[in-house]
């Protein structure tokens, strides 16, 4: 029997929006209204803006360490936007605030998380997104599992998760995409590819040319956008959502973006990173091209810009007083959501944790009459 | 599934009443979904899940792909949307590629979220040695999961426990691992009521009363456990305590034994150092000090690797090994 090729295999690039603010009209046909353009081109900049005060609070002592998502801000916009709030489920890692925003978790949750309050992760009700996840790669799973349900159930919702390139290594990562093909879930794989996971570079995190031609392998539909433009990743984004809430199973996206900021505020990239690199990329900011865009399309102008970012301080200013205002929690909190009812042993450990190094009450213990009676043994 | 004449003429094996367990709430809650590899079509490899495919479709017991992590971090996912998961991991030793997503996901998502993300699934798992099975498919590490907070343990040794702490554990608002000692299998039929009823989770079982010696045990040693009881001279009254829940434990039910008998052994087959009999002691030692008569023994496997199936007979604690502690303690 002859050799024969028994499958091929390709993987597309989309971008729509250049680097220069120039639209390819015929792609972004049907795409963003300019007053959804303009609405997500505000956010992104609040997002930014709160962003930055973040990195501040930390390097002043008043939030712990945080990961900033400066960079990111069109792939967060353009999937968030295209997933549907109060439907379908967003399953985050840590770089995406500004998608679990518009989908309804308040900003001072995010600083409350990063401060070192869980109650950061107390999603309100009707909200669909799960707190931020900090281990790499195992969110996947969760959101393969949520779409699942939904499919189970018959609702047409889509489960959508965040992951950056370096969590593709991990081992859920590949078992996420191979169960949610096999069980046809609805659920979007949105990979923000920023080009570090810390100190690693894509390159030697792994040998495939592109991070898309992963889902390949598990028969899923994949596409790698310019992650940098609002319009590509949301037209991929809402393809994708749209193929999964039809029954049409899992997608992946692969958003080419890039992390300006370090991995969080306890790291410095510039051990480790080309500035020459950092300053390419600085030209090719989400942000700046939207807003070359927005001004060549006439609807913009730097007195329009200058309010803009008067308001997003502003706005950020009262996130930060919401957060901080917040009183820390009691030290009950600690026990009362180990389990839906405490087991007794827990009650005890906490009405007696400030009276007992044992962790009991001290009468149980036998100890009643220590420090009065001497030691029974030897008195009787 | 419905009972066979067998079952009704004799009574059920352990298998066939976590089948019954399983059957009846699949049939009660629409929110339940059995997952794991070959618990669909093949019935898994104990066969515990026999028959359900068929009458419940494979979109209620479902054959996945054969990953732990998989299994484990999806039913997470299907319990925060509602629904009731129960996988299945095929033996304790393959909890390991799962160990991730059960202790720092299932675990810890109730208090990580102030209760706003809950995990209501029940992971059942084979434990436990003494079936001549290969490699990583005889060991017993409840010790681990009850030292995470967060996850109950439950591991009964008889049908009807089983069927009535499974019922509890499908029912239980948090993660609950179900551990099946495989030993005990098919190893004796018992009556067990065809209605649904449920036995609280933490609460031990006294299956014999007595005034002289405590035995703490659980699972498949329950059994050994009574052996030994068979071996040792009349007048020796030994009170026996199946734990059955491993986490949150019975502490009263053990402190209220032991300040009645002053002596205690504990058995179990896992090792034996910062296994459930250390902890046991310790309880022992904090709130009956003044009531004991002899320090409180371990009759546990080895601080060894599992060994192989030549040797597995002599690493599980057995009648005569369990006898003489428990004399020799009585004497002490």
Known sequence: ?380 | MPRTEAMIEKGLTLVDAINEALYQELERDSRVVLLGEDVGANGGVFRVTDGLQKVFGSDRVVDTPLAESGIMGTAIGLAMAGMRPIPEIQFEGFLGPAYDQLVNHAARYRTRSRGSVTIPMTVRVPVGGGIHAPELHSDSPEAIYAHTPGLKVVMPSTPYDAKGLLLSAIRDPDPVIFFEPKRVYRSFRERVPEEDYTIPIGQAKILSEGTDLTVVTWGATTFQCLDALDKLPEDLSVELIDLRTIAPYDRDTVIQSVQKTGRCVVVHEAPKTAGMGAEIATLIQEHCFLYLKAPVQRVTGFDTVMPYYKLELDYLPDGPRIAEAIQQTAAY
């Open chain 1, 1 to 380: 029997m002859p050799i024969k090729t028994v499958y091929k295999a390709q993987v597309e690039y989309m971008q729509i929006l250049d680097e220069n603010g120039k639209l390819d009209e015929k792609l972004a046909k049907d795409t963003l209204t300019d007053e959804e353009v303009l609405s997500l081109y505000e956010q992104m900049t609040v997002c930014r803006q709160l962003d930055e005060v973040a990195f501040r609070l930390q390097r002043s002592g008043r939030m712990g360490t945080y990961p900033q998502n400066k960079g990111q801000e069109a792939a967060a916009a353009g999937m968030g936007f295209a997933a549907k709030k109060g439907v379908d489920w967003l399953v985050p890692c840590y770089r995406e605030n500004l998608a679990l925003n518009m989908h309804g978790l308040p900003y001072h949750y995010v600083l409350l998380h990063w401060m070192g309050d869980e109650r950061g992760n107390k999603i309100p009700e009707g909200v669909y997104v799960n707190p931020i996840a900090i281990p790499i790669g195992t969110q996947m799973l969760h959101a393969t599992g949520i779409a699942w349900a939904f499919k189970l159930r018959k609702e047409p919702r889509v489960a959508v998760t965040f992951f950056g390139d370096g969590a593709t290594s991990e081992g859920d990562f590949h078992e996420a995409m191979n169960f949610a093909s096999v069980m046809q879930a609805p659920v979007v794989f949105f990979c923000q590819n920023n080009q570090w996971a810390i100190s690693v570079p894509r390159e030697i995190q792994m040998n495939s040319e592109t991070v898309a031609q992963k889902a390949i392998a598990y028969g899923m539909p994949t596409i790698q956008v310019d992650g940098n433009d609002l319009f590509a990743v949301y037209k991929a984004a809402k393809e994708a959502v749209e193929r999964a809430r039809a029954g049409g199973g899992p997608s992946f996206i692969e958003a080419v973006t890039y992390r300006l900021g370090d991995h969080t505020t306890a790291d410095d990239a510039r051990r480790y990173r080309d500035p020459q690199e950092l300053e390419a990329w600085m030209g090719r900011d989400p942000i700046l091209r939207l807003r070359k865009y927005l001004t060549g399309k006439g609807v913009w102008d730097d007195a329009k810009q200058a309010k803009l970012e008067e308001r997003a301080k502003t706005i950020v200013q009262e996130i930060v007083k919401t957060a901080e205002g917040i009183e820390k929690p009691t030290t009950d909190d600690i026990f009362d959501f180990t389990y839906a009812t405490l087991p007794a042993e827990l009650e005890r450990q906490k009405s007696t944790m400030r009276t007992s190094s044992l962790g009991q009450d001290p009468a149980q213990a036998g100890l009643r009459d220590m420090g009065t009676a001497t030691h029974g043994h030897s008195a009787t």
